[in-house]
């Protein structure tokens, strides 16, 4: 069956980094587009950043554009992101999601998500 | 930056008809998603491409899109349906969630 888990959240300080890592298992991870997407405690979904299938192309929300670098092993079948210069406003639940194929399925749905990981940034 | 709109509250009683709805300027061109979430749940599809219904979701849920509206409409809705619901949709090369809606049934 799909899964996808996250790891690596934890407290950091203002201004220092954090990875995240989303392993994922039950699909075939190098024919999938993967997305990041977070919920800051009590508030809405966020979309946060997507990479394609083959790597080839990234893309992010204008809120992390330039502090976080979304990234992908084929060989490991995991997902990261690497989150540079933190704010408290980063504070939020991570998930991992799996974006559906065009015509097959649900499409380009987010089908599958992880359970998330919390990042708090306090100082 | 493009955005979704959703109001923030829909409230019915059990059996009622719940009706979310989901502003945009691309839905036009743009298929809007639906996710349920409970709480300190992980989200669930519960409509794709507009209209569709993923396996497994009650036919009670169903979907519509009309120019710049989508709506999400919870036919007959019962308690376990309280929840809140999440419009998602495309932006070019980017992705955006309305900023959701609660649902309240009782």
């Known amino acids: 069956q799909v899964q996808l888990v996250e790891s690596g959240g934890g407290v950091v300080q203002p201004g220092r980094s954090l990875r995240l890592s989303c392993a994922a298992s039950?699909?075939?991870?190098?024919?999938?587009?993967i997305h990041w997407v977070r919920q800051a405690p009590g508030k809405g979904l966020e979309w946060v950043a997507v990479i394609w299938y083959d790597g080839s192309n990234k893309y992010y929300a204008d809120s992390v554009k330039g502090r976080f670098t979304i990234s992908r092993d084929k060989s490991k079948n995991t997902l990261y992101l690497q989150m540079n210069s933190l704010r408290v406003e980063d504070t939020a639940v991570y998930y991992c999601?799996?974006?559906?194929?065009?015509?097959?399925?649900?499409?380009?749905?987010?089908?599958?998500w992880g359970q998330g990981t919390l990042v708090t940034v306090s100082s | 930056s493009y955005e979704l709109t959703q109001p923030p509250s829909v409230s019915v009683s059990p059996g009622q008809t719940a009706r979310i709805t989901c502003s945009g300027d691309?839905?036009?061109?743009?298929?809007a998603y639906w996710y349920q979430q409970k709480s300190g749940q992980a989200p669930v599809l519960v409509i794709y491409e507009d209209n569709k219904r993923p396996s497994g979701i009650p036919e009670r849920f169903s979907g519509s899109s009309s120019g710049t509206m989508a709506t999400l409409t919870i036919s007959g809705a019962h308690v376990q349906d309280e929840a809140d619901y999440y419009c998602y949709s495309t932006d070019n090369s980017g992705r955006v969630f309305g900023g959701g809606t609660k649902l309240t049934v009782l």
């Open positions: 039950g699909f075939t991870f190098s024919s999938y587009g």
């Open positions: 999601a799996r974006e559906g194929l065009a015509l097959a399925g649900t499409g380009t749905a987010l089908d599958y």
């Open positions: 691309a839905l036009p061109k743009k298929y």
